[in-house]
């Protein structure tokens, strides 16, 4: 179903925007264990599978951290983003790169838990084409979370659901509206996408 490729993932290497119009511009990442950005390989390597997806895109960002992949979105042409954090301090650097890169007009910070930020998202009637779930491996928080978006009607029929998780865990249960399209491993790092196959579960 997926491929592996053997990446040497830096993971102290400064970050970067891949590409697009502020392709190549740094971001600032979050200091010490809190948060584990996504390499640059393995961002470029997701994106290239996404192709135009982010294009026009309505975006949402989970467990954003430094909002790398939200932001790569927005660089790539996405409408408008989402960015998801719990940790206030951490929300506050999205705020601070989506600023220096000219995104802010196209970006909004949540600095709620997320299954918060989802009954508030549905609250307001917001749906997303494209969302990236991105939590802190050993929280199990990526398999209820799923299930969370399956519960609401934020992501849109059609839309693709990225989850990142450890190479060596399998990738969670498809809940009953989605569909596990591909999953794909670089070293330590997995990708698995899902496609929102039909409306709300009941």
Known sequence: MGTEAYLVIDYSHPMRVIAGS?????????????????????????????????????????????????????????????????????????????????????????????ARAIAELTRHGDIFDLAFLDPPYDDGLLGPTLTLLDQSAIIAVGAIVVCEHRSSDAPPTAPPTFVLEDSRRYGEVALSFYLRAKGQAS
Do not use: C, W
């Not at 026009?56 to 983003?81: C, M, P, T």
């Open 22 to 114: 502020a392709g190549g511009r740094k971001l600032e990442a979050p200091k010490g264990m809190l948060t584990r950005p996504t390499p640059d390989r393995v961002r470029e390597a997701l994106f290239s599978i996404l192709y135009d997806r982010a294009v026009d895109a309505r975006v949402l960002d989970l467990f954003a951290g430094s909002g790398a992949l939200g932001i790569e979105a927005l660089s790539r042409g996405a409408a408008h983003a989402v960015f998801v954090e719990r940790d206030t301090a951490t929300a506050n650097l999205v705020r601070k790169n989506v600023q220096a890169l000219g995104l802010a007009e196209r970006a909004k910070v949540m600095a709620l838990p997320a």
